[in-house]
């Protein structure tokens, strides 16, 4: 009885560590990963054409993200350690071999069981995982500095919205390909804009959702909005 006691406890001790407030309050962008010690080293930011990996956690420990063009959703549990017990990705061809293959290393990674940690830097937060395999992943509370494209060539407005949302390109000559996808990461439009910069998201659900948005030169940027 006092082992079962004394295991119970654990179990809670460990719960209560795993609610770190700071691993929900923000989205995490990728740096680095590797899935094992076997696996292959990416660093996102050598990376061509330039990626934006990230991945939120909310605090019923769900998650979603983005990889190099695919989008995935799943849920953590934690005992001891984080563990996915469901994932789900789009399964788009990136059109680049290296896209993929970065995606298959990311994906593997994020399915897996690691421990955490979180530290402070100058610019804001770092997120380590690690894993038993020796396999890890970096993510940072600011995006890489070679993701500037995705960062700065769109804004979205009004965000949350209820029916209409605007697209502010920088280039607004520029025709758009445009893809939504929901949190499970499945595909509901796509769009080819031109000359036009304004979307009507009216019958979609409320909840939160990603544009993956295509230039005509080949960039691409991921956005999330929120449909009230």
Known sequence: MKKLYSLIILLIFQTSVAQDPRLFENDWYLYEVMSTDL??????STIDPPIAPSLSISEDLS???MGACNTFSGNYE????????????TTEDCGIQLHNNFESEYFGFIQGGYTYTIEEDNDGRVLSFETPLFGFATFKSYPLSTTDFQRNAFQLYP???KDILFLNPTN???NLKVKIFNLEGRLLRNLNLENQTSMDV????????FLNIE???GNKAVKKFIKQ
């Open 215 to 217: 230039v005509e030169n």
């Open 172 to 174: 607004p000559t520029e």
């Open 202 to 209: 009216s019958n979609l659900e409320s909840g939160i959702y």
């Open 78 to 89: 934690f005992i001891g350690e984080l563990f996915s017990i469901s994932f789900n990705a």
């Open 39 to 44: 696996g292959t080293y990416y660093d996102v």
């Open 159 to 161: 965000n949350p919205t």
């Open 63 to 65: 998650f979603n993200g």
